[in-house]
């Protein structure tokens, strides 16, 4: 009968499909990907870079502006897992904020096997232990030996040009720390990428595009496999990424030095 064929064959196609559901990995299943020119299934030679959304406070605009530079500065292939809470085991109390260390210890196990980089992103504020300065408060910490990265948008709000500019800067250090993660180090060219904050994060107005060397490296690495991960002076980058100094406590005005 031509009514029940057609009733047939819709029922296989609903089997196939939940079928091919059923294997996909989780990974594919849990992650978004960002408008960045590529697709998270189109096959590409590009760093694939996940991002991890770590607490709220996050908008949907931050996340796609993270995206979109990872992709227009590194030819990042950028997909977005879903949402977790901060881990209890990185609060730290005295200042009521997250340790950025331990932060990197939590993230890296959380990266599909598909993917090359993993970056926290968080509202929360961020800090970790500099030199004598037992929690100094930062806007990005990354690895240079390890495939992961965390950026805060705490401190990128003040003095920033409204929520678009805070968004700007947020955009800037994740490139900043994933360029870490690649094996780049601080740089001294005026407006590179990687130029070292020295505890100001308004200096990522000046920050436009990578210098020369800097965009050289980053050309070198694409042909590496793994991406990166070559540089093995250090177990991470030296807090200086993007960092700021934190000398009051939680709420009160922090002054730029």
């Known amino acids: 009968m031509e009514g029940s064929g057609s009733a047939r064959f819709v029922l296989r196609a609903i089997l196939l499909h939940a ?6 990995p989780l990974g594919a299943v849990a992650a978004s990907s960002v408008n960045s020119g590529m697709s998270a299934a189109a096959p590409s030679d590009g760093v694939v870079v996940y991002l991890q959304p770590l607490g709220d406070g996050l ?3 931050d996340l796609d502006a993270v995206g979109q530079a990872l992709g227009a500065e590194l030819g990042a292939v950028v997909r977005i897992l879903a949402p977790r809470p901060l881990p209890a085991s990185a609060y730290y109390p ?11 210890d939590f993230l890296e196990p959380l990266l599909p096997i598909d993917g090359d980089r993993i970056l926290g992103v968080t509202a929360r504020d961020i800090s970790t232990t500099r030199g004598s300065n037992a929690d100094w408060g930062l806007v990005g910490l990354a690895s240079y030996t390890r495939p992961v990265g965390v950026v805060s948008k ?4 003040r003095g920033a ?3 678009a ?10 490139v900043h720390e994933i360029g870490h993660t690649l094996g780049l180090e601080h740089c001294e060219a005026a407006g590179c ?12 107005e000046q920050m436009t595009s990578f210098c020369p060397r800097c965009r050289d490296r980053m050309d070198a690495v694409a042909g590496e496999d793994p991406p990166g991960l070559a540089n093995t002076t250090g177990a991470q980058s030296p807090n200086g990424p993007m960092s700021l100094t934190d000398p009051i406590g939680p709420g009160s ?3 730029e030095r």
Request: hydrophobic share 45%; proline share 6%.
């Open 19 to 24: 079928i091919l559901a059923l294997c996909l």
């Open 59 to 61: 908008s949907a605009e």
């Open 94 to 104: 005295p200042r009521g904020r997250f340790r950025a260390e331990k932060l990197l």
């Open 154 to 157: 705490f401190r990128c709000l």
């Open 161 to 163: 040009a409204g929520s």
């Open 165 to 174: 500019g805070a968004r700007a800067r947020l955009s800037k250090i994740a």
């Open 193 to 204: 990428l990687m130029q070292d904050a020295r505890g100001r994060v308004s200096i990522c």
């Open 253 to 255: 005005p922090l002054p």
